[in-house]
T-cell receptor, first 112, second 111 residues
Framework: GESVGLHLPTLSVQEGDNSIINCAYS??????FIWYKQESGKGPQFIID?????DKRQGQRVTVLLNKTVKHLSLQIAATQPGDSAVYFC???????????FGSGTQLTVLP | KAGVTQTPRYLIKTRGQQVTLSCSPI?????VSWYQQTPGQGLQFLFE???????NKGNFPGRFSGRQFSNSRSEMNVSTLELGDSALYLC??????????FGPGTRLTVL
């Protein structure tokens, strides 16, 4: 997504429910996408990545979906737990560049 | 494997001073990148180094500079500090498949 970084969307979910975090990106040339989780006072933690030749990739309790037609990326977290509460960022890059462009982030809060 | 190490973790400086931040990447990784994170601008790319060469630079003034050593450790320097330079500075260690793993960051406060 574009790194506008001014407004942090929020998402609140009940513990045990599934979470879906969305991200729109603007560069149609982007071919590598990463989701990061950032807890307060820590650096971003790698969650899962996907390349543009794929539509879906699954990890442990997480799934990333990529829709290149509408330039949209989503992160699904199954059976959300209190430890999942954090800010989630999508990031993109293109070609051989290793310059990540970050979205503004989504604050996920897991309710007991 | 040990993760990415950044030192110091916290730093307080005054306007006009300069500062040097250090980053040790994951063993075996030869490339590092630096990012600045602020509440207003989010995460912004500063520069990337591979085998001691700067390969890419973000849109920051020349007061921001960096270097990488033969052991892949990297430093970034900010001269003539301004209040707006207060931020979390993050270093990422880049794997051979281009995945970037971040360190805990250095929190810089400029007074």
């Amino acid at each position: 997504g574009e790194s506008v970084g001014l407004h942090l969307p929020t998402l609140s979910v009940q513990e045990g429910d599934n979470s879906i975090i969305n991200c729109a990106y603007s560069n149609s040339a982007s071919d590598y996408f990463i989701w990061y989780k950032q807890e307060s006072g820590k650096g971003p933690q790698f969650i899962i990545d996907i390349r543009s030749n794929m539509d879906k990739r699954q990890g442990q309790r997480v799934t990333v979906l990529l829709n290149k037609t509408v330039k949209h990326l989503s992160l699904q977290i199954a059976a959300t737990q209190p430890g999942d509460s954090a800010v989630y960022f999508c990031a993109e890059t293109s070609g051989s560049a290793r310059q990540l462009t970050f979205g503004s982030g989504t604050q996920l809060t897991v309710l007991p | 494997k040990a993760g990415v190490t950044q030192t110091p973790r916290y730093l307080i400086k005054t306007r006009g001073q300069q500062v040097t931040l250090s980053c040790s990447p994951i063993s075996g990784h030869r490339s590092v990148s630096w990012y600045q994170q602020t509440p207003g601008q989010g995460l912004q790319f500063l520069f990337e180094y591979f085998s001691e060469t700067q390969r890419n630079k973000g849109n920051f003034p020349g007061r921001f500079s960096g270097r990488q050593f033969s052991n892949s450790r990297s430093e970034m320097n900010v001269s003539t500090l301004e209040l707006g330079d207060s931020a979390l500075y993050l270093c990422a260690s880049i794997s051979g498949t281009d995945t970037q793993y971040f360190g805990p960051g250095t929190r810089l406060t400029v007074l």
